[in-house]
């Protein structure tokens, strides 16, 4: 009797544990709105306060256009009127969570946010479960270091290709595997995408168009990816404040110390950060420059602000570090070459900086990523040689207007990513 007695406590005080364990959302794929999970404690009791409030947008285009980012935060200032917000707009088109870690630093960390939402699902599709964890977690790891006080909330948009996975109530993989992470960190996700499917479903709306509205149906997107400012992106926006009243009124703690558990992967990009081409070694052809000075890249200024030009085969751009990846922020463009990637004295890639979208000029990015962390001479080297640029073109449908834009074959950087530490 004694020890059954004992099994019956040992029982009901497992029960309460059980018990007192936050409920996450147990079947990943399922289609929410809101999962509110830890909410955002420490943004509320600010605005409540009439703090000062920053608040950064992490994510790619469809984040950069002046829609759903620019209504929140007028929605925040209407909502709290005391509170005076400050916004960070660190959206770039065409970048995933892979990019989004690596410049964590440079375009949010260093303006001191108080909330961070992050924007990926629709650029981080096709990626492996396994990487976007990895920068995922990144992210949150890294924000929380800084600042175990700011609140981080994921929102997950929508594209033609996930219509049908939202329509029938169900996440896209890309979500699916970025809840696993909500989960592990205890972060809110605001999926804007199942409201958009089941209007859809409803004929409430039409997916894409071009024009914002048909037989008097409103039309969500010209394109397939990037809402109209004047329909999708409302959309959007009525489920963040949606979502916000629920979590204002949901029973959290009013300020909290965000706590890092173990990661899920213990490759995670622990220590990203961009390093200026001044920390670098340049071979004597490499041309520096202002970025707002040029007229062709002004409109890069805001996060780049120099660039460094090699034109001539064979130009240099050497650095040395300990870590596990390295890689370059640069412009994409009708005049890139390529470029040779030797780390420790062994070619690791030849990477074209010219592909099939290059009929304009893009920030993006590439990385050399798994390496043993160790200490690395890494060399790039400018491969200026002449390649045909039109059968390229020619995979997006593309032609060359004016041969002249497309004659050079430069390399643009701006910066020098590693994870890891920079090395004299």
């Not at 029960?15 to 943004?43: C, H, I, M």
């Not at 509320?44 to 620019?70: C, E, H």
């Not at 050399?368 to 200026?384: G, M, Q, S, T």
């Amino acid at each position: 009797m004694k020890n059954i007695l004992i099994l019956l406590i040992l029982f009901t005080l497992q029960s309460l544990v059980v018990l007192s364990l936050p409920k996450y959302n147990q079947d990943k794929k399922e289609a929410q709105e809101l999962n509110t999970r830890g909410g955002l404690p420490n943004f509320f009791a600010k605005a409540m306060r009439g703090d000062p409030i920053k608040v950064a947008y992490l994510g790619g285009s469809i984040t950069a256009q002046n829609g759903w980012r620019a209504y929140s935060l007028e929605g925040f200032k209407q909502r709290f009127p005391k509170a005076v917000f400050t916004e960070i707009n660190a959206a770039i088109g065409g970048t995933g969570s892979n990019f989004g870690v690596f410049r964590l630093q440079d375009h949010v960390l260093k303006f001191r946010p108080d909330l961070v939402f992050v924007e990926f699902a629709v650029n981080d599709d096709g990626s492996p479960a396994e990487k976007i964890i990895r920068s995922m977690e990144g992210i949150i790891r890294q924000i929380w270091q800084f600042n175990p006080g700011t609140d981080i909330c994921f929102v997950y948009t929508i594209k033609e290709t996930f219509l049908e996975t939202e329509k029938n109530g169900k996440l896209p993989a890309s979500a699916v595997t970025m809840e696993k992470v909500a989960d592990k960190y205890h972060i809110p996700t605001i999926n804007f995408g199942f409201e958009v499917g089941k209007m859809v479903d409803q004929k409430q709306l039409i997916f894409k168009g071009v024009a914002k509205e048909l037989n008097g149906v409103k039309v969500f997107s010209p394109d397939g990816v990037h809402p109209y400012l004047e329909t999708g992106h409302h959309i959007y926006q009525t489920v963040l404040e949606r979502s916000f009243d629920t979590m204002a009124a949901a029973k959290i703690p009013k300020r909290i110390k965000h706590r890092l558990p173990k990661p899920m992967a213990p490759d995670y990009f622990s220590n990203t950060k961009m390093v200026d081409i001044a920390d670098a070694i340049l071979s004597k052809n490499w041309e520096v420059f202002r970025a707002k000075d040029q007229p062709l890249f002004a409109g890069f200024g805001k996060y780049l602000e120099k660039l460094g030009k090699a034109s001539l085969s064979g130009e240099t751009l050497t650095i040395r570090f300990k870590g596990k990846a390295i890689g370059a922020y640069d412009i994409m463009g009708p005049d890139a070459g390529k470029v040779i990637v030797e780390i420790d004295g062994l070619v690791e890639d030849t990477i074209s900086r010219f592909d099939a979208y290059c009929t304009y000029r893009r920030m993006n990015f590439f990385l050399i990523d798994h390496l043993e962390d160790k200490e690395h001479e890494v060399v790039f080297r400018l491969l200026a040689e002449p390649f045909d640029k039109t059968v390229i073109l020619a995979k997006n449908g593309n032609v060359i207007k004016n041969p002249d834009d497309y004659e050079e074959n430069n390399w643009y950087v701006g910066k020098i990513m590693i994870d890891g530490n920079l090395l004299p």
